[in-house]
C-alpha cells in the first residue's frame, strides 16, 4: 500500500492569512510561478498588527474576501470554490513574528487517506528496496548538513511542514535565495491552489534540542539562522493540474518539484540566504542513467512516529527505479524509514568534482515507511528554476 508522502499538517485553526492562491505558466509551459510578494509589516491595522497593501486589498475584495476579517487573523473560510486559482500573483506577505515555537510546534502528521497499491503499475520499475533506517545529522545542523531547513506554511487543515534545501542561483553567485522543495510543498494540485504563509528556516532547530524542549524554546533557539518568507513560488504545471494528495491515484508525483525565492522576516545586514544557512547546492538537470549512480542521501525533518520533527535525519542507499505510469518519467526509489515532514528533503549525488549535487526531491512513499521515491529532474524542472532565478535577477 502506498501514499503520497504529504506535508505534515495539524487541525489547529489559522490566524492570519496571507496568500492568495494561482495558477500561472512560465517558459514553455512548464510552470506556474510567483512574482514578488509585499510586505504587510509596515504599519498596524486591526488585531493582526500590521496594513495590507492597496493592490492586495483590491485583489481580496476582488474574490469576495471580508478584509476587517482578514486584519484580524479569523479568515478561515478555505472553502474549495473560493480557494483562489485566478490571480496571476503568488502573494505571501510578510507578518512579523507570526511563526512562533507555539504555533511550529502545532506542525503534526494528519489523518491520511487510505493509499492505493501501485503493484499493476507499467514502465520499468526495480524490486523494492530493503528498508534502510534513517540516521540523525550530528548538531549544530548547519555545520554539518549545511542549507538544509524546514517549510513551515499553512493550508486549510492547518499549519504545515516540509522540508527543503538552498540550491545555487545562477542570477547570484554565491548569493542565492533560492530554496528547492517538493510541488505539494506550495501548490494543493488540482484541487486547490497556492498554500498561505510560507517560510524557509534553515537549520531549524540547529543544537538538535529535543521536541519536548523546543515547545520551551525561544524564537532564536528554533530558527537560529532566521525565518525566510517565500516572495515567489513555482511548481510543474503538471503538478498543478494533475497533482494531489490521494495516494498513488496520484500520476503526478514525476513532476512533484518546486522552487521558492525568499526573503528575510527581519533584515540580514545585506546577506543572503546562501551566506546566512552556510551553503547551497547545485541541481543536475542531466543526472547519469538509475543504474549508473552508486549511492544518493536524502535528507529532511521527519516529524511523524517514530520521528517529531526536531531532528535532521538522513539515508543512504543505491538507487533503483520506480515508474508510475509507461509514458511518464521513471522515479529514483531508495530505501528509507523517514516519514512524513521528509517531503520535499533533497536528494544529493556525488558530482563530477566529489561534491554532492541535488538530484531529486522527497516526494512519496509507503506507509508504514520502507521507502522513499522522488522525480528525475528534467527539462520542466530546468525551465521551472531558470525561471525563478531570471525573475528575481534585478534583485
Given at each position: 500500500?502506498r501514499?503520497?508522502?504529504?506535508?505534515?499538517?495539524?487541525?489547529?485553526?489559522?490566524?492570519?492569512?496571507?496568500?492568495?492562491?494561482?495558477?500561472?505558466?512560465?517558459?514553455?509551459?512548464?510552470?506556474?510561478?510567483?512574482?514578488?510578494?509585499?510586505?504587510a509589516?509596515?504599519?498596524?491595522?486591526g488585531?493582526?498588527?500590521?496594513?495590507?497593501?492597496?493592490?492586495?486589498q483590491?485583489?481580496?475584495?476582488e474574490?469576495?474576501v471580508?478584509?476587517?476579517?482578514?486584519?484580524?487573523g479569523?479568515?478561515?473560510?478555505?472553502?474549495?470554490?473560493?480557494?483562489?486559482?485566478?490571480?496571476?500573483?503568488?502573494?505571501?506577505?510578510?507578518?512579523?513574528?507570526?511563526?512562533?515555537?507555539?504555533?511550529?510546534?502545532?506542525?503534526?502528521?494528519p489523518?491520511?487517506?487510505?493509499?492505493?497499491?501501485?503493484?499493476?503499475d507499467?514502465?520499468?520499475?526495480?524490486?523494492?528496496?530493503?528498508?534502510?533506517?534513517?540516521?540523525?545529522?550530528?548538531?549544530?545542523?548547519?555545520?554539518?548538513?549545511?542549507?538544509?531547513?524546514?517549510?513551515?506554511?499553512?493550508?486549510?487543515?492547518?499549519h504545515?511542514?516540509?522540508?527543503?534545501?538552498?540550491?545555487?542561483?545562477?542570477?547570484?553567485?554565491?548569493?542565492?535565495?533560492?530554496?528547492?522543495?517538493?510541488?505539494?510543498?506550495?501548490?494543493a494540485?488540482?484541487?486547490?491552489?497556492w498554500?498561505?504563509?510560507?517560510?524557509?528556516?534553515?537549520?531549524?532547530?540547529?543544537?538538535?534540542k529535543?521536541?519536548?524542549?523546543?515547545?520551551?524554546?525561544?524564537?532564536?533557539?528554533?530558527?537560529?539562522?532566521?525565518?525566510?518568507?517565500?516572495?515567489?513560488?513555482?511548481?510543474?504545471?503538471?503538478w498543478?493540474?494533475?497533482?494531489?494528495?490521494?495516494?498513488n491515484?496520484v500520476?503526478?508525483?514525476?513532476?512533484?518539484?518546486?522552487?521558492?525565492?525568499?526573503?528575510?522576516?527581519?533584515?540580514a545586514?545585506?546577506?543572503?540566504?546562501?551566506?546566512?544557512?552556510?551553503g547551497?547546492?547545485?541541481?543536475?538537470?542531466?543526472?547519469?542513467?538509475?543504474?549508473?549512480?552508486?549511492?544518493?542521501?536524502?535528507?529532511?525533518?521527519?516529524?511523524?512516529?517514530?520521528?517529531?520533527?526536531?531532528?535532521?535525519?538522513?539515508?543512504?542507499?543505491?538507487p533503483?527505479r520506480?515508474?508510475?505510469?509507461?509514458?511518464?518519467?521513471?522515479?529514483?526509489?531508495?530505501?528509507?524509514?523517514?516519514?512524513?515532514?521528509?517531503?520535499?528533503?533533497?536528494?544529493?549525488?556525488?558530482?563530477?568534482?566529489?561534491?554532492?549535487?541535488?538530484?531529486?526531491?522527497?516526494?512519496?512513499?509507503?506507509r508504514?515507511?520502507?521507502?522513499?521515491?522522488?522525480?528525475?529532474?528534467g527539462?520542466?524542472?530546468?525551465?521551472?528554476?531558470?525561471?525563478?532565478?531570471?525573475?528575481?535577477?534585478?534583485?
Amino acid at each position: 500500500m502506498r501514499s503520497i508522502r504529504r506535508p505534515v499538517l495539524a487541525a489547529a485553526a489559522l490566524t492570519a492569512v496571507v496568500a492568495l492562491t494561482a495558477t500561472g505558466c512560465g517558459p514553455e509551459g512548464n510552470q506556474a510561478d510567483g512574482k514578488p510578494s509585499q510586505s504587510a509589516d509596515q504599519g498596524s491595522a486591526g488585531g493582526g498588527g500590521f496594513t495590507i497593501p492597496k493592490d492586495i486589498q483590491d485583489k481580496l475584495k476582488e474574490h469576495g474576501v471580508d478584509l476587517d476579517k482578514w486584519k484580524n487573523g479569523e479568515w478561515k473560510n478555505w472553502d474549495k470554490d473560493k480557494w483562489l486559482r485566478e490571480a496571476s500573483e503568488f502573494i505571501n506577505p510578510i507578518i512579523k513574528g507570526l511563526w512562533d515555537p507555539d504555533r511550529a510546534s502545532k506542525a503534526k502528521p494528519p489523518k491520511e487517506p487510505t493509499p492505493k497499491d501501485i503493484s499493476g503499475d507499467q514502465g520499468r520499475t526495480d524490486p523494492e528496496p530493503r528498508p534502510v533506517q534513517a540516521k540523525a545529522v550530528k548538531p549544530p545542523f548547519g555545520r554539518n548538513a549545511p542549507g538544509l531547513g524546514k517549510i513551515f506554511f499553512d493550508t486549510p487543515e492547518g499549519h504545515a511542514v516540509c522540508s527543503g534545501a538552498v540550491v545555487k542561483d545562477p542570477a547570484h553567485p554565491g548569493k542565492s535565495n533560492l530554496v528547492w522543495t517538493a510541488g505539494h510543498c506550495v501548490h494543493a494540485g488540482k484541487s486547490g491552489g497556492w498554500y498561505r504563509n510560507m517560510i524557509f528556516a534553515p537549520s531549524f532547530n540547529d543544537s538538535g534540542k529535543p521536541a519536548a524542549q523546543l515547545e520551551r524554546a525561544t524564537r532564536e533557539e528554533m530558527f537560529p539562522k532566521g525565518v525566510w518568507w517565500a516572495d515567489g513560488a513555482s511548481t510543474s504545471n503538471q503538478w498543478i493540474s494533475q497533482g494531489g494528495p490521494q495516494g498513488n491515484s496520484v500520476p503526478m508525483a514525476p513532476y512533484d518539484f518546486a522552487i521558492m525565492h525568499v526573503t528575510p522576516e527581519k533584515g540580514a545586514g545585506n546577506k543572503s540566504l546562501e551566506e546566512v544557512a552556510g551553503g547551497a547546492y547545485s541541481v543536475d538537470f542531466n543526472a547519469s542513467a538509475i543504474p549508473d549512480i552508486s549511492s544518493i542521501t536524502a535528507q529532511g525533518y521527519p516529524a511523524e512516529a517514530p520521528f517529531d520533527g526536531s531532528s535532521l535525519q538522513q539515508c543512504t542507499d543505491k538507487p533503483g527505479r520506480l515508474s508510475l505510469a509507461a509514458q511518464k518519467p521513471t522515479m529514483y526509489r531508495i530505501g528509507c524509514l523517514m516519514t512524513a515532514g521528509s517531503s520535499g528533503g533533497p536528494w544529493f549525488a556525488k558530482g563530477s568534482d566529489g561534491k554532492p549535487v541535488l538530484v531529486s526531491n522527497t516526494s512519496i512513499g509507503p506507509r508504514p515507511a520502507g521507502w522513499l521515491a522522488g522525480p528525475h529532474l528534467g527539462p520542466e524542472a530546468k525551465s521551472m528554476y531558470g525561471a525563478m532565478s531570471k525573475k528575481f535577477a534585478s534583485q
